[in-house]
């Protein structure tokens, strides 16, 4: 074990392990730079070489080492010292790398020859890629921290002690330890060890404070009557209660509400289910919704509104909801309509706006606006196809009016061969079929019948998610059929003028 020079760690894990990766997650304040500036600083002032990978401005980096009492600008000069800072669009392009590793190669030709004895990237958000157990990011990050061969220290902001991100899977694998940092009452902070590959690690959090040019050291003051110090709105906070319509609620969604509110999670009730809201004593309703279930989402603020001295309701989603959607919530009821890719301050402050406002019943706001947008028609029960124009109508008045940053639509069509060489319309009846009951039509995809062939609209759909339907839809066909498929994939944007010419799309 080397030491790591935080003495909180240092106290409970005895150091780190060399050459392998350490993981510290926390919120805003709660001193994971102070912590990296220190991880660094034991290398230098051994006369070895360091690299940081920040997405804070090198002043700033600097500004902090100096209140620590940290000499940077020594080993920035002679060469020991490599800071690197993230560029604005570095996470959009990184994103959209179909090969992770030709980032991570660039970066290790910009560290120089000489491979670093330790690294800390703070934060390694940046790396991740976005949405679901998608992992590709962070595992590209893991082979090349352990090609590298330094000591590495890593930080998160969100919590890894209760719903996991999945994206992270690979980084806790390959972690000897996770570690928490929390920012408590005035300069008291707590360092808690959530995972260790070290046995008989004491499970109570260590106390720790930041000083000016003595940086992290143990606390050994008074026990704060409080262990945490929570950011709020003037007076008690307020609180939410946070109802989702998915397996789980979003963990970036609830970590973002938890700044400055009491949070109450749990499930939405099944379809006539009891809604227990009643006796809560709560300040508002928070809806996170998925993909899959918008409509769902959309009949329970319905519900909500039908009950006395309804509190304000807000719609949160992790993606783009369709305008048709957003319109949809809010004529039911929903008060404000909320994303996680709006930045924090947005979201809260819009947050805080609905929270404040009194809750508008929907018979009481006028005029009433119906609804502009195509969806998948229904005839006694049944979903049914979408005509060439239909579909193509609905599809460009989605792009005008959502100005979406991802969709793809995937044409399919029966095709003969020599063991089956007639399929008729009975064959794309039962195509139709599986592509109605295997889409997600009452969340926003729509599905046509063009010709010979079946044409689905997937919304939000990048084209690995388009990948994965025709993957069960090919599955679900090949019970029923012998002949093949022949798909075709347009993803936006890159597709958009192909689809065009295909479908002969209308223009607004």
Known sequence: MIQSGIAPLDERLGGLAPARIHLVTGGLGSGKTAACLHFLDVALRQGEDAAMITSDRGSDVKALAAFLGIDLDGPLRDGRLTLLRYRSDFTARFRQLSAPERALADLRRMMGAESPSRIAIDPLDPFLSEGGPVISGSVALVNFLE??????????????????????????????????????????????????????????????????DAG????????PTERR????PPGAPRKLLVMHTSEAASTDIVALLQRDYDVLVRPAPAAGGALDIAATGIDAMVITVSHDAVAQAISLIARINEQPDVVPIVLAARFNLRSIDRARAMRVGADEILASDMTAPEFLQRLANAVSRVHAKPAEVSPYYSDTLILQPERAGTLQPLARDDFAAA??????????????VVTLRVNPDATHTTFGASALGVLVDLVLRSSRSRSGDLTAVIDNRVAVY???????????????????????????????????????????????????
């Open 458 to 508: 997937l919304h939000g759909a990048r084209q690995s998610q388009a990948d994965s339907f025709v993957e069960r839809v090919r599955e679900l066909w090949a019970i029923r059929h012998r002949a093949s498929l022949r798909v075709e994939t347009f993803p936006y944007p890159s597709g958009e003028p192909k689809l065009r010419t295909i479908f002969e799309m209308a223009e607004q």
């Open 147 to 212: 090609e590298l061969g330094a000591t590495a220290l890593l930080t998160h902001s969100a919590d890894t002690t209760d719903i996991l991100d999945r994206r992270l899977d690979p980084i806790i694998a390959s972690s000897v330890a996770v570690v928490r940092l929390e920012k408590g009452h005035g300069n008291v902070h707590y360092l808690g060890v959530v995972r260790a590959r070290v046995s008989d690690i004491p499970t109570a959090p260590v106390a720790f404070q930041i000083r000016r």
């Open 216 to 223: 992290i050291e143990r606390y050994c003051g008074p026990q």
């Open 395 to 408: 599809l460009a008045s989605h792009v005008s009016h959502d100005n979406p940053t991802q969709y793809t």
């Open 229 to 232: 110090e929570i950011s709020s």
